[in-house]
């Protein structure tokens, strides 16, 4: 493909590389210009960063197209974790909050679950009613996730102070332990359970039209993987320029304002997860169930197992521990959510109502959220 066709097929994150110029000049005279504006140009990177971001999903959407499902949604789900410790990183830089990352950790389990799984189950089970998906999938990831949530987020509240390096040390290794079997068993030997057979609707289908009424995406068959690993190696690179600046920006813009605690965690999962969010509506208008429960409880279980274990590492080799048991109310709407998930997701079909439920504990974590708890 012609360089010019890729600028122009990447325009979002050709301006978003410029925009990235333009704030290295620009940085410290917006911090003279007081807290509006510096809060106004974070609120900008932001949506930059966020449309930059749609691009790598992009990029990593052409490449699960290529190889399918399994390896399709976890291309996908770790390219938005990518994202996510990247911001992470570079944000406790300038973020002196040792609850950053759980609270980060916290809130992409709540976007993910409550939030994408709830909202696609609900529009797509009020346009197809039942939608069909592997139930394997939905209960190995609902007990990785639990698992890797109560070894890293709810055992550290029992660990003495001077002990924390030693508990950091097993977490690492735990959590590197149980993605590496989950890895092989999803790419591997069951693979099979995170797939799902779609009975044909109809025996022959217009080019570019789906059994089931939708459009295929052909332009991501055009697209060679080359140039989709590229876009996705460049695109995190400009973002995590970009993160450098809003998080900066946004520290100052904050500063003494009130704002609720978990509104700068809250920012770095809804950017990690807003092309997921996209990508799910997508498939569940589609009725590909499958597709959202991988990319919902995949991105979840992601973003614990591989989050964890690159902070902890940080923690240990900067010597200064994170605090990672969860409050009484994150750890009550943790569980909530895995219960009623556990519920919803074990007989392999979704509805509006199963939805909705996911939906209103997502309502409610805002809530929380708004209220300071």
């Given amino acids: 493909m012609p360089l010019a066709s890729i600028l122009k097929q990447e325009r979002l994150l050709v301006i978003a590389a410029a925009v990235a110029v333009v704030f290295y000049f620009m940085e410290h005279a917006l911090l003279g210009m007081g807290k509006t504006i510096a809060l106004l140009a974070a609120v900008a990177l932001i949506a930059v960063i966020i449309f930059a971001s749609t691009r790598v999903a992009h990029g990593a959407e052409v490449l699960a197209h290529k190889v399918g499902d399994p390896y399709g949604t976890m291309i996908l789900t770790l390219s938005a974790v990518a994202v996510?410790?990247?911001i992470l990183a570079i944000m406790m830089r300038s973020e002196t909050s040792p609850t950053l990352v759980r609270d980060t950790i916290y809130a992409a389990v709540m976007l993910d679950i409550n939030g994408i799984l709830g909202l696609a189950a609900l529009l797509g089970g009020l346009r197809h009613g039942e939608q069909a998906y592997n139930d394997d999938s939905s209960r190995t990831y609902s007990v990785m996730i639990l698992t890797a949530m109560g070894i890293s987020?709810?055992?550290?509240?029992?660990v003495p102070r001077d002990r924390w390096h030693l508990y950091s040390a097993f977490t690492i290794g735990a959590?590197?332990?149980?993605?590496?079997?989950f890895l092989r068993m999803q790419v591997g030997t069951h693979s099979y359970f995170f797939s799902y057979?779609?009975?044909k609707t109809r025996a022959s289908t217009p080019a570019g039209v789906s059994p089931q009424g939708g459009e295929h995406e052909q332009e991501p068959e055009r697209e060679s993987a080359a140039i989709s690993i590229g876009v996705i190696l460049v695109g995190v690179i400009i973002i995590g320029i970009l993160a450098e600046?809003?998080?900066i920006l946004l520290s100052s813009g904050l500063e003494g304002s009130g704002a609720p605690p978990m509104l700068m965690a809250v920012v770095v999962a809804t950017i990690s997860a807003a092309p997921e969010i996209l990508t799910a509506l997508r498939a569940a208008l589609r009725n590909r169930m499958q597709a959202v429960v991988n990319i919902a409880l995949g991105a979840s279980l992601s973003t614990v197992i591989l989050t964890v274990p690159v902070m902890e590492?940080?923690?240990?080799y900067t010597g200064q521990p994170f605090l990672m048991a969860m409050t009484p109310v994150q750890t009550v709407?943790?569980?909530?959510t895995l219960i009623v998930a556990a519920i919803n997701l074990n007989d392999g079909q979704t509805n509006a109502i199963e939805g909705m439920t996911h939906f209103v504990l997502f309502a409610t974590f805002v809530t929380l959220t708004l209220l300071g708890l």
Avoid at 153 to 158: C, D, G, L, R
Avoid at 333 to 336: D, G, K, R, S
């Fill in 333 to 336: 709407m943790v569980a909530i």
């Fill in 153 to 158: 987020m709810i055992v550290p509240e029992f």
């Fill in 313 to 316: 590492a940080i923690a240990l």
């Fill in 84 to 86: 996510e410790v990247l």
């Fill in 197 to 199: 057979s779609y009975p």
């Fill in 245 to 247: 600046f809003m998080s």
């Fill in 175 to 181: 959590m590197v332990a149980l993605y590496a079997l």
